[in-house]
């Protein structure tokens, strides 16, 4: 049986987000480091983080 304890330590946990980088022109999803979208040439990048 799991104890109090150890199931509040579980819920509290964060997990670490993970970015996502994405052209903000057509919404193609790049890879990080990108200057330019390979799909339509845009060089408007966004970068969401993702939980």
Avoid: N, W
Avoid at 20 to 49: L, T
């Amino acid at each position: 049986m799991l104890s109090k304890q150890f199931i509040q330590q579980i819920v509290r946990l964060e997990l670490p987000s993970t970015p996502h980088y994405e052209c903000r022109h057509c919404g193609y999803s790049v890879e990080k480091d990108v200057d330019e979208c390979p799909q339509c040439g845009s060089d408007e990048i966004a970068a969401y983080d993702l939980e």
